[in-house]
T-cell receptor
Framework: AQSVAQPEDQVNVAEGNPLTVKCTYS??????LFWYVQYPNRGLQFLLK??????LVKGSYGFEAEFNKSQTSFHLKKPSALVSDSALYFC???????????????FGGGTRVLVKP | DSGVTQTPKHLITATGQRVTLRCSPR?????VYWYQQSLDQGLQFLIQ???????AKGNILERFSAQQFPDLHSELNLSSLELGDSALYFC??????????????FGPGTRLTVL
């Protein structure tokens, strides 16, 4: 079975400081990994994904994520956080071996990011 | 704006009732997914349809059913509603049936409150 863990319920950071949101995953095969962001009263917005290739993935709004196979991690990062980055962030995984599961995504519990001015 | 639309935005109903949530996918997308977001269960995959056919099933209760119509819009039917069904229901769409590389784009959600 595939699973995702986001060990921090909340991350607090000052505006202008680096932001990191942690994610670890568990799959039986190779993973496809995704990050989404949810603003209040909005749906999930796609930020970036890792399929294969370069371990550093660049996405929307200045975010990037680093895939680390040995540590089974896919941490989301932003060099300089903005107050407008305050939102709920979700990591998701799909195990490419499980074809019967269609395109099912398994999500982590979410991490709330609060960026203070 | 993802291009995925969901109606209604809010739904308030009583226990034992039945409701229908509607979703229109992005133009060109053939797959539709339903997810439930609740405080205790987090974001859970319910079901996927591809071009009118059920493709994958997740933790969907027997009281819940879904379908995808020829124009590709989808409906999620929730019946015999219980207090615990109160949640945010998301629809997402993507292009392919089972290739994990394509991105799922989410709608704004329908917030269901069961009283």
């Amino acid at each position: 079975a595939q699973s995702v863990a986001q060990p921090e319920d909340q991350v607090n950071v000052a505006e202008g400081n680096p932001l990191t949101v942690k994610c670890t995953y568990s799959v039986s095969g190779n993973p496809y990994l995704f990050w989404y962001v949810q603003y209040p009263n909005r749906g999930l917005q796609f930020l970036l994904k890792y399929i294969t290739g370069d371990n550093l993935v660049k996405g929307s709004y200045g975010f990037e994520a680093e895939f680390n196979k040995s540590q089974t991690s896919f941490h989301l990062k932003k060099p300089s956080a903005l107050v407008s980055d305050s939102a709920l962030y979700f990591c998701a995984v799909r195990d490419m071996r499980i074809k019967a599961a269609g395109n099912k995504l398994t999500f982590g519990g979410g991490t709330r990011v609060l960026v203070k001015p | 704006d993802s291009g995925v639309t969901q109606t209604p935005k809010h739904l308030i109903t009583a226990t034992g009732q039945r409701v229908t949530l509607r979703c229109s996918p992005r133009s060109g997308d053939l797959s539709v997914y339903w997810y439930q977001q609740s405080l205790d269960q987090g974001l859970q995959f319910l079901i996927q349809y591809y071009n009118g056919e059920e493709r994958a099933k997740g933790n969907i209760l027997e009281r819940f059913s879904a379908q995808q119509f020829p124009d590709l819009h989808s409906e999620l039917n929730l019946s015999s509603l219980e207090l615990g069904d109160s949640a945010l229901y998301f629809c997402a769409s993507s292009t392919s049936p089972g290739q994990g590389t394509d991105t799922q784009y989410f709608g704004p959600g329908t917030r269901l409150t069961v009283l």
